[in-house]
């Protein structure tokens, strides 16, 4: 597991042996590649000059983060449920406090994802923690390492425990995700990933292909997926960066966005 390279731009990790010239996620047109090239940085040069900071975002939720911020600045939050703990997303280092952290809590029953952007180091993950991998399957062509725990979903939604259900919103990726937690919030909270993006204003919502390739979604996939968050009950947002939590007026936010492209 140690020989593994990590894409210094997205924070892919490839195990030793199937590494690519160029990092496949990165080659995707929804990322991109330095101009300087393709570089590449191993976990132990990571332990050395990045740390994971620990913030706790409410009870029972926990943000995980790299600090100083690395690869494209991804965060991961814990979430404490009684049948189980479950990570939303991926961030690309593991080290012994945040081991020792979560172990204390409970261990992890699943790790679950939003979409390719997020995998990183997902195996280094579960192997600690012995569980399960969930990623929906129409993004399978996307998992660059594969191993033991990866469990892939497919439909429109899948039930997890404690009421917590994984719900398939495409447009960013096919297979993007989003998890849904009934007992964060009276209305229940939406885990986004970046399948929507919350402006710096926290006035708007976007859905896009690509945030940082200014590649917008098609008319039909914006109606699409609003119908699709029409339909689920929530008053409070957390999307892929710590900039974006949000937990007042959500969907008249979100109504108001959608309004300026439906
Ligand atoms: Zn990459
Ligand atoms: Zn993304």
Redesign the pocket.
């Known amino acids: 597991m140690n020989n593994q390279l990590i894409c210094s731009t997205c924070g892919t990790a490839y195990p030793a042996g199937s590494v690519p010239e160029i990092c496949n996620i990165c080659l995707d047109e929804?990322q991109w590649v330095p101009r300087e090239g393709q570089g590449w940085t191993k976990p132990a040069e990571l332990h050395k000059k990045y740390s994971i900071k620990l913030n706790r975002l409410k009870h029972r939720l926990y943000e995980l983060d790299i600090n100083p911020l690395f690869a494209i600045g991804q965060r991961a939050l814990l979430v404490l449920s009684e049948q189980g703990n479950i990570l939303w997303d991926c961030i690309p280092l593991l080290d012994e406090m945040t081991i020792e952290f979560i172990r204390a809590k409970g261990g992890l029953r699943g790790i679950a994802f939003s979409?390719p952007?997020f995998y990183s180091n997902m195996n280094d993950w579960a192997g600690v923690f012995d569980c399960p991998i969930y990623i929906h399957k129409k993004d399978e062509q996307h998992i660059v390492a594969t191993g033991k725990h990866l469990s892939l979903w497919t439909g429109d939604e899948m039930p997890l425990w404690d009421g917590m259900r994984l719900i398939n919103i495409g447009g960013?990726f096919e297979g993007s995700s989003i998890l849904h937690v009934p007992f964060l919030s009276e209305e229940g909270s939406i885990l986004c990933?970046?399948s929507l993006f919350l402006s710096p204003s926290k006035k708007h919502f976007s859905a896009v292909y690509s945030s940082p390739n200014r590649i917008p979604l098609a008319l039909s996939e914006m109606r699409r997926i609003k119908d699709r968050l029409d339909q689920i009950p929530f008053d409070t947002f957390y999307g892929y960066i710590k900039s974006q939590n949000l937990d007042k007026e959500v969907k008249r936010i979100l109504e108001l966005s959608m309004e300026r492209y439906i």
């Open positions: 929804r979409h952007h960013h990933g970046d």
